[in-house]
């Protein structure tokens, strides 16, 4: 976006601190809750595999994420909050696009979870930009 001054406005404007409504705890509790439960039940599907710095990264960093746009004590801009659960998007994305030649019934694939994950941050994400 450009100001009234015409220079190009930043994500994070002139919007300052991030403050979470119910809805925005409500999300990142069950990205939270996610995540925990993902490590603690699928963590040995990926052990071994290329893609098992990928899911740990994206469990921790996601947790990350909804920690700190629900924390009282550090206040974040939106800006920020915003590009940290995109790159976790991303992240969420590669992972799929990797996890997929996995083999295994498709109803009971991590798969379904990461995408679980994934929508979870979108939705965080244009939480915060709202």
Not at 23 to 31: M, N, P
Not at 33 to 53: D, F, M, W
Not at 81 to 89: D, G, P, Q, S
Request: net charge negative.
């Amino acid at each position: 976006e450009v100001d009234e001054d015409g220079s190009l406005e930043e994500e994070s404007g002139s919007r300052g601190e991030f403050r979470p409504d119910d809805e925005v705890r409500a999300i990142c509790a069950e990205i939270q809750h996610l995540c925990k439960a993902l490590i603690q039940n699928r963590y040995e599907e990926v052990i071994g595999t290329s893609e098992q710095g990928g899911f740990l990264s994206l469990m921790v960093k996601s947790q990350t994420a909804a920690d700190m746009t629900t924390g009282e004590e550090n206040r974040f801009e939106h800006g920020f909050l915003i590009a940290h659960v995109k790159r976790e998007i991303a992240r969420s994305q590669q992972l799929i696009s990797h996890l997929q030649c996995f083999d295994g019934d498709p109803e009971d694939s991590i798969l379904v979870e990461i995408w679980k994950l994934r929508d979870l941050l979108v939705q965080l994400a244009g939480k915060i930009r709202s």
